[in-house]
């Protein structure tokens, strides 16, 4: 069992739902990128997504993009991204999943990336832009080295698109609340729930909602009807006001706690 798998059934077996906080790397800076990594598992994630910083992030909203500029003003790349991720799964025993397009996948190259993945403590892969139907390799690659492919699916996919992640997918699904890119929204779609049921029909994973979810409200309103809330651009967002603050690993892990406390 996976590290991701095992940490949704312990969420099951206490009647707990899970948080899934998301920040880019290297925003504001790679070293402040892994003090962040374990105030967020301190704070309460259950699950950490680390984004991989492009120049073209079709689905993201205008935080992380201007998040994703200036990581990308420093001179980093996908092996200290892993690097990073190694020195902080010392002090961090949560999964941690990277997010990302395929294009710097593929430019580090596959092979690479699912040995030095494996070897730095990630616990699985979403990649943004690839498609079920184009994932086959890819997703072979990462069940051999025991990595998990997660995909993400949106209200306007088809029953035939979740029948093909349902068979593909590992760890969890992502469920897109809404069509468009990320950012904050005042309520969840009630599409978000719709999709979770269609999703529910073809697979027993457990599946996690993100996209919009920027309250503590929010979060509570996912818990009833998915397994965990993804919490991106609010987090984001506080990254870029605080800026290189002394404060900032600290705000953020009380930004994190109080986005789930009733």
Do not use: C
Not at 3 to 17: D, H, P, Y
Not at 84 to 99: G, K, N, Q
Not at 181 to 194: K, N, Y
């Amino acid at each position: 069992m996976s590290r991701i798998s095992e940490t949704f059934a312990n969420l099951k077996l206490s009647g707990q739902k899970g948080f899934i906080p998301f920040i880019t790397a290297g925003d504001p800076n790679l070293a402040t990128t892994g003090r962040l990594i374990v105030e967020l598992a301190r704070s309460g994630a259950t699950i950490i997504e680390l984004g991989v910083p492009f120049s073209d992030p079709m689905a993201d909203g205008p935080v992380i993009q201007r998040a994703s500029e200036r990581a990308l003003r420093q001179d980093f790349g996908l092996k200290e991204i892993l690097a990073l991720t190694a020195e902080a799964r010392a002090h961090v025993d949560i999964p941690i999943v990277l997010f990302s397009y395929f294009n710097p996948l593929l430019q580090f190259g596959i092979k690479n990336l699912v040995n030095e993945a494996k070897n730095a403590g990630i616990d699985g892969i979403l990649v943004t832009d690839l498609i079920p139907e184009e994932s086959v390799e890819f997703a072979d690659s990462l069940r051999q080295h025991d990595l998990d492919m997660i995909f993400l699916i949106a209200p306007t996919s088809t029953d035939t698109r979740l029948q093909l992640v349902a068979e593909r997918a590992s760890g969890f699904i992502y469920a897109v609340s809404r069509a468009g890119v990320t950012g904050t929204q005042e309520s969840v779609s009630r599409t978000a729930e719709q999709l979770v049921t269609r999703m529910k029909k073809f697979s027993s994973l457990p599946v996690a909602v993100g996209f919009g979810i920027s309250t503590s409200a929010q979060v509570k309103e996912v818990w009833r009807f998915a397994d965990a809330a993804v919490v991106g651009s609010a987090i984001v967002a506080e990254i870029e006001r605080e800026g290189r603050s002394p404060q900032l690993v600290k705000n953020i892990g009380r930004l994190a706690r109080s986005l789930t406390m009733d």
